[in-house]
Each structure stands twice: as structure tokens, then as C-alpha cells.
């Protein structure tokens, strides 16, 4: 890995001892600069668990993609910073309160004096590493905590909505190696069933909100207050994934 070069992509110049205060500066700045998005699902292109491939896709064509591919990458840039990490699979809760199967979705740990959720691929999540004690964490994103399931032996990240904690997905601690995910990261790339085949779209987050571009519409997130703009041709959407994005597909 070019160490710099990752860091120029995501605003950053150099690297800091393997802390809390530098890993939440990293994963604020990851979020605020790599894009979430499944382009390459919609064109058709194959997402292969390659490290390499994934940095030249993401960093040096200046791209985004979904969590397999930002996480897995996040973590390598991690260890090589001198981070102590491990990757971890998650089960995504589903419309109908359902969870999905194993590697449905994947995160990190990292292992500073406790462990922590780190997770740049999740699209709309907290920006700043969570304990797994409960502690509540708040961005501008809105308020979130790890809470210990003692039933499912397990975790759950959940958000506060207005009716209550709301469970986005649930984990355990056990550590895989990235090519566990291979199946699912091809089930999400080619199932009918999967959401990352039913549209485009791409999402970044800013310092005072979050932009949403779908092949429906463009939403603006600025201080919790939203506004949409419809998208009416692909035209129209290929000009805004250049001008908010930095994303040329031709």
C-alpha cells in the first residue's frame, strides 16, 4: 500500500500515533471523502476482494463502493498505520425487522484500551469509532451505541429514531479473513433480491449533512433538513454524480 497516497485521498498528510484521537480523525475524513455507492453493480462490472484492486479502483481512480470494498480496504490502511484490527461480519436488519444471513454486511473492530465498531461502508452511520459498552455517541448524523445482546450472543449498533433505539444491524466479535465474504459480495452483486441491484446511487457525507444522488433523486441533507430534487434522465444523473461526486463513468 501507498500509505500517502490513501491519505491524500482523504485530506489527510500524515500518519499519527494508533489512537483514538487519530483513528476517529480517520474515519471522519474517510466518510467525509470516499463515496458509498454500487455503480459497478449496475454496469455489471465484477467487485473482486482483491486489496489491490480495491485501492486502484477507490483511491487512485478517486472511486467509492460498498462495504466489502470500503472496510476491507479501511482495514488495511488501519494495520498499516499500526492499528491492531479485526474484520467482523454483521447482520443487516431488513424492512420487516428480519436480519439478514452471515456476512451480510462487514465492519471492523479495532483493539485500542477496549475494542471499538469502525465502519466507513455503512452509508448513513455514526463517522466516529463506538465501544461496545453502550456508550452513547452523537455526530451530526444523529445518536448511537453497541449494546451487548445476551440472547443472540452477540452485539447490535443501533440509532435513536423518534420512537426509540433502533437496531441497524447486529454482530459478533469473531474475526474472518476479507475472502469470508466472497459469497455474499456476490450475492449482493447479482440477486434480484439484493437492494445494491434494484438502483444506482451514491452518498457522501459533508460536514453539516449528507448528499444522496439515486437515478430518482438528488437529496441535500444539511442540518437534518432535507431537500430532493428529481432526477429525470440519466443524463441528468451522470451530470450530478460528476459535479457532486468527482465520478466520470465514460
Request: aromatic content about 14%.
Given at each position: ?22 483513528l476517529s480523525r480517520l474515519q471522519e475524513n474517510h466518510l467525509l471523502h470516499i463515496p458509498f455507492e454500487n455503480l459497478d453493480i449496475s454496469l455489471g462490472r465484477p467487485i473482486q476482494l482483491s486489496l489491490p484492486k480495491l485501492f486502484e479502483k477507490v483511491i487512485e481512480k478517486c472511486r467509492g ?186
Open positions: 500500500m501507498n500509505i500517502s497516497t490513501y491519505l491524500n485521498r482523504i485530506n489527510m498528510k500524515e500518519v499519527g500515533r494508533p489512537n483514538l484521537s487519530f463502493g460498498f462495504c466489502y470494498e470500503l472496510n476491507g480496504l479501511f482495514d488495511w490502511l488501519l494495520r498499516e498505520c499500526g492499528f491492531t484490527t479485526s474484520l467482523i461480519s454483521a447482520r443487516v436488519r431488513d424492512k420487516d425487522n428480519s436480519f439478514g444471513p452471515e456476512f451480510d454486511h462487514l465492519a471492523i473492530l479495532v483493539y485500542l484500551d477496549q475494542p471499538y465498531l469502525v465502519d466507513v461502508g455503512f452509508g448513513d452511520s455514526c463517522r466516529f469509532p463506538l465501544p461496545l459498552t453502550g456508550e452513547e455517541v452523537e455526530d451530526i448524523s444523529g445518536r448511537y451505541r453497541v449494546i451487548l445482546e445476551e440472547a443472540s450472543d452477540g452485539y447490535a449498533l443501533q440509532k435513536q429514531e423518534e420512537n426509540g433505539w433502533i437496531t441497524e444491524y447486529r454482530f459478533t466479535t469473531r474475526s474472518y479473513e476479507l475472502q469470508a465474504f466472497t459469497s455474499m459480495c456476490e450475492y449482493h452483486q447479482t440477486s434480484p433480491a439484493s437492494h445494491f441491484t434494484q438502483k444506482k446511487m451514491c452518498t457522501i457525507a459533508t460536514l453539516d449533512g449528507r448528499i444522496t444522488l439515486t437515478q430518482d433523486f438528488l437529496t441535500m441533507t444539511q442540518d437534518r433538513n432535507k431537500q430532493k430534487f428529481p432526477i429525470l434522465s440519466d443524463q441528468q444523473f451522470y451530470k450530478e454524480l460528476q459535479r457532486f461526486f468527482g465520478i466520470n463513468l465514460s
